[in-house]
């Protein structure tokens, strides 16, 4: 009886770990997805993908605290902000840059990083602060296991966001003009398509989902200047696991890593702070058993 | 009248001069074939039209400089280009590659009729539409270039060596169809072509390239007779 009880205990245990997962998974999941949205159209990683987060999260902080707009307001208002913000950059920044090797483009994006990372730390300064969060951190039961609404919602709105990028390449006319693009540039010039613009609204599109994670990931955490640094990490874990370049990989290999962490952080003794430690293992796992990822396509050399 | 003209058109790959000044002309209406050795600069001349090969001298399209241009703004203006190796976006589907030759216009009904037209010309194609484009094989892909050009609606049509790879007797059906899309649909045509016989039985008119300038010209009943031109320069 008694070990009947410790067994049913621990099946909720597991469960309850696996919706935390989830949630967190769902922040990791956004990132990465917009870290292949840019790897898929120029073939490099943008290392300031998370700082552009975190600069725009601080845009919301602003918008909520010292403006007291209500949060729904702000919420899209700041997406909508760092889509223009994220064209902004690569039509002054990376435009300049855009044929130039891969190399380059990398110190470029590392560039960014320390400019959008001085940017928040001076204009906001470096001390935490606590950032409001839409969903109660009360739980709910479902079957005897706990939920927070807080990670219900985390789990909502990553879909929803993951859902929506979805249907706009796979149904509308921009997206499919931008999955042409990005794959073959020189074709699509030759159908009238403005090629630069569509990397700009691509880099518009990775800065809005990133916003949505820095978002969601504030409330959880505390704002500073270097929120989002380890969400990128483990985001760049998810990319590779679920190959670089493809959107549905980032989502699952954003939400394998998020289980992952949680189970192995709760169930392990001692790795809750070895977690990076083990988000870099499986990246060389992946790398060496499968350098594609999951989802992704082995190296094909255009012929 | 010239829907297209080029004058004394140079153009180069780094150091290399690959066209030293040609001079042309493609009327309203008509198909004209350019014909020519490898190498010969009949591609860089499509090329250079369609901006994708910076050039000295100017050439003109409806009366105006295009010459300069970027590729993107030259499509705008009404010239497809199928280029060497079809252009054809691999990984879409048969119908996202039709919808990409559409992509810039906003007339929802002319594109359904002309997707019906396309299907017209290719019976094959309704039938495959969810299919990657790379799934198709070398002749299909060069209809779906072709279908894929007409989907913009152009006043002129740009192929590259359309015979390239392919079956004899697809390669007629594509000749025939080209035939039938100048006729039909009144779009004007510049091929490039090595399979000199072929092109020359749909030329109104012809050109044959000699190692970047223009060797002859001649309606291409006069080229397709002339002995010492069909010697020297046609190879047959």
Request: proline content about 4%.
């Given at each position: 009886m008694a070990t009947d009880l410790f067994l049913v205990a621990s099946v909720q245990g597991v469960i309850q770990q696996v919706v935390f997962g989830l949630a967190t998974g769902g922040l990791y999941a956004s990132l990465a997805l917009a870290l292949v949205l840019i790897y898929r159209a120029m073939?490099?990683?943008?290392?300031?993908q998370g700082e552009m987060a975190t600069f725009t999260t601080f845009i919301a902080f602003s918008l909520l605290?010292?403006?007291?707009?209500p949060y729904w307001l702000v919420f899209p208002a700041t997406v909508v902000i760092a889509v223009l913000g994220g064209i902004a950059v690569e039509r002054v920044i990376i435009r300049p840059v855009e044929r130039a090797p891969v190399i380059t483009l990398v110190l470029v994006t590392l560039g960014l990083f320390a400019i959008f990372n001085g940017l928040s730390g001076l204009i906001w300064g470096y001390v935490v602060r606590p950032f409001p969060s839409p969903f109660p951190t009360t739980p709910v039961f479902i079957g005897g296991v706990g939920i927070s609404y807080q990670d219900l919602g985390l789990i909502g709105v990553s879909t929803a966001v993951l859902v929506l990028i979805w249907l706009f390449f796979a149904r509308t006319k921009v997206g499919l003009m931008m999955r042409s693009a990005a794959l073959y540039p020189e074709s699509s010039r030759l159908l009238g398509v403005r090629v630069g613009w569509m990397l700009a609204l691509g880099w518009g599109l990775a800065a809005g989902v990133g916003a949505v994670s820095g978002m969601l990931v504030a409330p959880i955490t505390v704002l500073d200047p270097n929120l989002m640094q380890s969400v990128l990490l483990y985001a760049f874990v998810a990319a590779v696991l679920g190959g670089i370049d493809s959107p549905v990989g980032a989502v699952v290999g954003g939400l394998v890593v998020g289980v992952l962490l949680a189970l192995v952080g709760t169930?392990?003794?001692?790795?809750q702070d070895l977690r990076l430690v083990f988000g870099f293992l499986v990246i060389i796992v992946v790398l060496i058993?499968?350098?594609?990822?999951?989802?992704?396509?082995?190296h094909v050399e255009r012929v | 009248m010239a829907l297209l003209e080029l004058e004394n058109v140079v153009a180069s790959y780094g150091a290399i001069e690959v066209l030293h000044g040609i001079s042309l002309a493609v009327d309203q209406g008509s198909v004209v074939a350019m014909l020519g050795a490898n190498g010969a600069g009949k591609t860089t001349t499509l090329r250079a039209i369609s901006g994708r090969v910076k050039v000295y001298g100017v050439i003109r399209f409806d009366g105006r400089?295009?010459?300069?241009?970027?590729a993107e703004d030259v499509a705008r203006r009404g010239i497809a280009h199928v280029p060497e190796g079809r252009g054809?976006?691999?990984?879409?589907?048969v119908l996202e590659n039709l919808q990409m030759g559409a992509?810039?216009?906003?007339?929802g009904a002319g594109v359904k009729k002309d997707l019906d037209r396309v299907y017209e010309y290719f019976p094959w194609m309704p039938g495959r539409?969810?299919?990657?484009?790379?799934?198709?094989s070398g002749g299909e892909q060069q209809m779906l270039a072709i279908a894929r050009a007409l989907m913009m609606r152009p006043r002129l049509l740009l192929l590259d060596e359309?015979?390239?790879?392919?079956a004899p007797t697809v390669l007629r059906s594509i000749f025939q169809i080209i035939g039938k899309i100048n006729e039909e649909e009144g779009v004007t045509i510049l091929l490039v072509e090595q399979n000199a016989k072929t092109a020359l039985r749909v030329a109104d008119r012809a050109y044959v390239l000699e190692v970047g300038e223009i060797a002859v010209s001649g309606s291409g009943a006069d080229l397709a007779q002339n002995e010492s031109v069909r010697r020297s320069y046609l190879g047959y």
């Amino acid at each position: 009886m008694a070990t009947d009880l410790f067994l049913v205990a621990s099946v909720q245990g597991v469960i309850q770990q696996v919706v935390f997962g989830l949630a967190t998974g769902g922040l990791y999941a956004s990132l990465a997805l917009a870290l292949v949205l840019i790897y898929r159209a120029m073939e490099t990683l943008n290392f300031a993908q998370g700082e552009m987060a975190t600069f725009t999260t601080f845009i919301a902080f602003s918008l909520l605290v010292y403006l007291h707009l209500p949060y729904w307001l702000v919420f899209p208002a700041t997406v909508v902000i760092a889509v223009l913000g994220g064209i902004a950059v690569e039509r002054v920044i990376i435009r300049p840059v855009e044929r130039a090797p891969v190399i380059t483009l990398v110190l470029v994006t590392l560039g960014l990083f320390a400019i959008f990372n001085g940017l928040s730390g001076l204009i906001w300064g470096y001390v935490v602060r606590p950032f409001p969060s839409p969903f109660p951190t009360t739980p709910v039961f479902i079957g005897g296991v706990g939920i927070s609404y807080q990670d219900l919602g985390l789990i909502g709105v990553s879909t929803a966001v993951l859902v929506l990028i979805w249907l706009f390449f796979a149904r509308t006319k921009v997206g499919l003009m931008m999955r042409s693009a990005a794959l073959y540039p020189e074709s699509s010039r030759l159908l009238g398509v403005r090629v630069g613009w569509m990397l700009a609204l691509g880099w518009g599109l990775a800065a809005g989902v990133g916003a949505v994670s820095g978002m969601l990931v504030a409330p959880i955490t505390v704002l500073d200047p270097n929120l989002m640094q380890s969400v990128l990490l483990y985001a760049f874990v998810a990319a590779v696991l679920g190959g670089i370049d493809s959107p549905v990989g980032a989502v699952v290999g954003g939400l394998v890593v998020g289980v992952l962490l949680a189970l192995v952080g709760t169930y392990i003794p001692n790795v809750q702070d070895l977690r990076l430690v083990f988000g870099f293992l499986v990246i060389i796992v992946v790398l060496i058993v499968k350098p594609g990822g999951l989802f992704g396509r082995e190296h094909v050399e255009r012929v | 009248m010239a829907l297209l003209e080029l004058e004394n058109v140079v153009a180069s790959y780094g150091a290399i001069e690959v066209l030293h000044g040609i001079s042309l002309a493609v009327d309203q209406g008509s198909v004209v074939a350019m014909l020519g050795a490898n190498g010969a600069g009949k591609t860089t001349t499509l090329r250079a039209i369609s901006g994708r090969v910076k050039v000295y001298g100017v050439i003109r399209f409806d009366g105006r400089v295009i010459s300069g241009l970027a590729a993107e703004d030259v499509a705008r203006r009404g010239i497809a280009h199928v280029p060497e190796g079809r252009g054809t976006l691999a990984q879409l589907t048969v119908l996202e590659n039709l919808q990409m030759g559409a992509c810039l216009r906003r007339d929802g009904a002319g594109v359904k009729k002309d997707l019906d037209r396309v299907y017209e010309y290719f019976p094959w194609m309704p039938g495959r539409l969810s299919q990657p484009a790379a799934l198709l094989s070398g002749g299909e892909q060069q209809m779906l270039a072709i279908a894929r050009a007409l989907m913009m609606r152009p006043r002129l049509l740009l192929l590259d060596e359309p015979s390239l790879g392919l079956a004899p007797t697809v390669l007629r059906s594509i000749f025939q169809i080209i035939g039938k899309i100048n006729e039909e649909e009144g779009v004007t045509i510049l091929l490039v072509e090595q399979n000199a016989k072929t092109a020359l039985r749909v030329a109104d008119r012809a050109y044959v390239l000699e190692v970047g300038e223009i060797a002859v010209s001649g309606s291409g009943a006069d080229l397709a007779q002339n002995e010492s031109v069909r010697r020297s320069y046609l190879g047959y």
